[in-house]
C-alpha cells in the first residue's frame, strides 16, 4: 500500500514529495488496491479539501459501453469521486454516440447528461452546431484525454483470403467486384466525424480506396457492431475495444489493424463537459478532474487490469465476458487471421506519458481531418476554435492540485510533429501543408 505518513504540513509524504512516473510504476506494482492520492489533503472520510467544496456534488456523466469509458468508471467503482466530494455522480449507459448528443444538448439540469467519455471531435462539432438539431451551437470545453490507442478496424471473414492489414489495398478490387454485381459495400463506423469515423476514412484512403465513392459509410452504436457483422450488415467496421476483440472470439471476423499501428500514440476518448456547467461550478469541475486522474492512474497499472476487466464485464457497465476486454487490455492481439502477437505496445494507454493531457495540437489535427472530408469549411480558423473549446488551462490547474510531478505535466500545447503509418507527417504549425499532402480528399 502507499505510504500515507503525514508529513509537518499535514500531507502525505508522497504528497509533500510529489510523485514522478518512475516512483507510481514502483509503488503500483505493490498491489491493485493501492490508489494514489496525491494532492489530497487527508481529512476524515478522505473529502477532498476545497475552501468551501464543490459548488454541486451532483454530476452526470453519460458512457458509451467501450473500454476506454473505464477512467470513469472505475472512479465510481472505486468511491474515488466521492473522495473528492462528488458524492453524487451518475454514470449513464447511452445506446450511442447520437444519444449522447442528445443528451448533452439537453443538459443535466434538464433531464440529459453535465459531460460525457465522449469521442475527441464531438465537443467541436457540438459546440459549432455541425451535428446538432437546426445546427445549434451547445457550447462544450475538451477536459482531458481518456485514452490512446487500442480502437481497432475489423474486416469480415468474406475477405480473409484477401488478407488485408495495414495495407487496405487488397480489398479495393474485391469492393468494386461487389458494386459491379449491384451489392452494397457497407463500411461502419460509430459517428460522422468521430475518431472511428477518421481512423477507417484513412485506412481506406491511404489503400486508394475513397471512402465516400467506392463505398458507403453507415453509422451503427458500438455494442451492435458484432452482431451486424454476424447478419452481414457490413462489410468491415471501426469501433473500441471490446468489440473488435469480442468479434475475433465469436470467430465472425478478423482484425486487419489496430488504430494504434495507423498512429502511434493517438489520442482517442476525450472527457468533455458542458460550458455552462464548468463556467458555473468551476471547483466541481476541478474535482471531477481530480478524480478521473486518479482513475487513470489505476487503470494505466497492469497489475489492475484483470480486476478492471472484471468490473467493466459487469451487468450494469458492459455485460460482457471478461475475456472479452482482457486480453487486448495487456497487449495480447489474435488479429482473427492467423496472426497472433504477445505482449505488445498497443495495449490502451490512460496515463504514462501524458497520455490524460489534452493536447491542442491533436485536436488541431482531428479539426484538419473534418475539414478534409467535408465536415467544415476549409475557411475555418482551427486554431481560434481549438482555443475556444481546449481548456488544458483547467487540466494544469487540477494536475498542480492533484500534486502532479511538474515533469510530468506537459510544458506546451503541442507533442509537435505526428507520423502515420504510410509516411505522412501533421505538423499542427501548418495543417494546410498536411491536407495539400493527401490524394483522397473533399478538399482542394
Known sequence: ????????NGLSADIA???????????????ASALLTAGRIA???????????????????GY?????????????????????????VDVSKQASWAATRDNLVLGGASNGIDGAHILTPMPYLISTGKVTQNNVPTPMYLLARLNYDSQGISVSNEYKDLKPNLDASPLKA????????????????????????????????????????????IVVPPPQMVANMKVGNMDAFCVGEPWNEQLVNQGIGFT????????????????GLRADFVDRNPKATQALLMAVMEAQQWCDDMVNKDEMATILGKRQ????????????LKGDINYGDGRVAKGTDLYMKFWAGGVSFPYKSHDTWFIAEDIRWGKYDPATDIA?????????DLWRDAAKALGVAAADIPPTDSRGVEKFFDGKTFDPADPSAYLKSLAIKRVA
Open 64 to 88: 458509451i459501453a467501450l473500454t476506454d469509458a473505464a477512467p470513469l468508471i472505475v472512479a465510481k467503482e472505486k468511491g474515488i469521486f466521492d473522495k473528492y466530494g462528488l458524492k453524487n
Open 17 to 31: 514529495g510529489g510523485f514522478s512516473r518512475r516512483a507510481f510504476v514502483t509503488r503500483s506494482t505493490l498491489g
Open 317 to 328: 457497465w458492459f455485460n460482457v465476458p471478461p475475456a472479452d476486454v482482457l486480453g487486448r
Open 384 to 392: 481560434a476554435l481549438v482555443g475556444k473549446v481546449n481548456r488544458s
Open 174 to 217: 474485391a469492393f468494386e467486384k461487389k458494386k459491379a454485381e449491384g451489392k452494397e459495400v457497407k463500411i461502419a463506423m460509430t459517428f460522422p466525424g468521430g475518431t472511428h469515423d477518421l481512423w477507417i476514412r484513412y485506412w481506406l484512403a491511404a489503400g486508394g480506396i475513397d471512402p465516400d465513392k467506392d463505398v458507403s459509410t
Open 1 to 8: 500500500m502507499i505510504d500515507r505518513t503525514k508529513t509537518g
Open 256 to 271: 486487419a489493424c489496430t488504430t494504434g499501428e495507423i498512429w502511434k500514440k493517438h489520442p482517442e476518448k476525450a472527457l
Open 43 to 61: 481529512l476524515p472520510g478522505g473529502a477532498f479539501a476545497q475552501a468551501a467544496g464543490p459548488e454541486t456534488d451532483k454530476i452526470v456523466l
